[in-house]
């Protein structure tokens, strides 16, 4: 176990991002990177060779998953609007904080299984072969949803920054 | 030149920065060449660059305890046995009210693999205690080395069992071919030279746990037992009785790592 220690423990900051990226609220994100470590320590000898990384954001992103259609068929919402307001106070000033606070409200309006590929790619730095494996889906399929999921979010930022739109920061970006 | 053409994936993969330097060039040459993709390429880049910037802080933030992976790793360890253990209590309990099937099943369980085991710590034996050149592969002077290399033989954290109590030294082990896998097999003697083996190694799942029980194969006898989907067979040249307090303190060191 001395060796998934060194393996998996680095890489539990990138999953509680992408955990909070999914599902926004950070209770709900701890417990669901809990359940992923948890798992992976009960599958770590069942673990084919290969990269640890996609290994561990495919339980991950499933226990999301199965998250999201147990709350569904409870019709339920898993609250998304704890911001991570606190958590940008110290790094970014107030202008930067509405920003980044902005652009991952339009994140969350994305379509989840875009939203997934682009975290997966633009975020955690998963090589296309790999977001497809954590996914289950082709390659092809990354691709297409990586350049809907781009084109959309870019609709937004540049449809909040003409609109004018209530309590919205323009973005360098946009223009 | 042959320039292929450039596709929408290549603008994507120029944005991620994974293409090859030397398409890398091509795509910037091409974007040199189309202001309006140029643009579009430079707001998904802007994007991918606030997104990480958005969602960095998160991956500073301290890891609460929850996420203590050590901790997740210790209580693995525990928790399960104690919670098969129950549920084996409960099974039996549920079929004895019914039953005398569960009484008859504890007092003489079916242990085809605890069986199987102390055959094959049986073979171990023979093969190795006797042997005056090389008892043990590694010596328990390697104790470390020993340790990790059957922990990842075994994919699990592994520990010789220090029976010095007992009055018995190790004198170290070697991985052993079981027609169920790989073993680690521990090999001890005392101060009359009376070598005694621990054979230990994953049992199937309908064998997780499984009482401590004596064994007896001609003049050598011991007992296995299995904890938490761990088997344990302990032989020696001895009445298995007489094995009885080293077996018990192997159960009671494992449970303890």
Not at chain 2, 155 to 168: F, I
Not at chain 2, 173 to 201: K, N, Q
């Amino acid at each position: 176990m001395k060796d998934m220690l060194v393996q998996v423990e680095p890489l539990i900051p990138a999953l509680r991002r992408y955990a909070r990226s999914l599902v926004r609220n950070r209770a709900n994100a701890d417990d669901l990177v809990q359940d992923c470590l948890e798992r992976a320590v009960r599958r770590w000898h069942q673990r084919r060779d290969g990269e640890v990384r996609p290994w561990l954001f495919a339980i991950l992103h499933n226990l999301a998953v199965d998250q999201f259609r147990q709350s569904a068929a409870r019709g339920r919402h898993i609250p998304i609007d704890e911001t991570n307001e606190d958590n940008f106070g110290e790094v970014a000033g107030q202008e930067q904080k509405l920003m980044y606070r902005d652009v991952l409200n339009k994140l969350a309006r994305l379509p989840e299984d875009q939203r997934a590929v682009l975290l997966l790619v633009a975020v955690e730095d998963l090589s296309y072969a790999d977001a497809a494996k954590v996914l289950n889906i082709p390659v092809g399929t990354v691709m297409s949803r990586l350049s809907r999921a781009r084109e959309r979010l870019q609709q937004e930022i540049a449809g909040s920054a003409d609109g004018a739109a209530t309590n919205v920061v323009p973005l360098r970006s946009a223009k | 030149m042959n320039h292929r053409p450039i596709t929408e994936d290549d603008l994507h993969a120029y944005v991620d920065r994974v293409l090859e330097p030397e398409r890398q060039a091509e795509v910037a040459a091409y974007l040199g060449d189309h202001p309006d993709v140029a643009k579009r390429v430079a707001a998904f880049t802007d994007q991918r660059d606030l997104l990480r910037a958005a969602l960095a802080p998160i991956a500073e933030e301290p890891l609460p305890p929850d996420l203590n992976l050590s901790r997740i790793i210790e209580q693995r360890a525990r928790r399960p046995s104690v919670v098969r253990w129950a549920i084996a209590a409960m099974l039996l309990l549920s079929v004895g009210g019914l039953s005398g099937w569960a009484i008859r099943g504890e007092l003489q369980p079916s242990p085809e693999g605890l069986v199987a085991l102390a055959r094959e710590a049986t073979a171990s034996y023979n093969v190795y205690a006797p042997d005056h050149v090389r008892p043990v592969e590694v010596r328990a002077s390697d104790a470390a080395q020993l340790v990790e290399w059957i922990s990842g033989r075994l994919h699990r954290p592994m520990k010789v069992p220090d029976l010095a109590n007992s009055g018995y030294r190790p004198m170290g082990g070697r991985l052993v071919a079981t027609e169920h896998g790989p073993a680690a097999m521990f090999m001890y003697d005392d101060d009359r030279g009376s070598r005694i083996v621990v054979l230990t190694r994953p049992m199937s799942s309908a064998d997780q746990n499984a009482p401590m029980t004596p064994q007896s194969h001609g003049d050598l006898g011991g007992f296995a037992w299995a904890d938490d989907g761990l088997g344990y067979s302990l032989v020696g040249h001895a009445a298995p009785e007489s094995l009885r307090p080293v077996a018990n303190e192997i159960r009671k060191q494992a449970r303890s790592i």
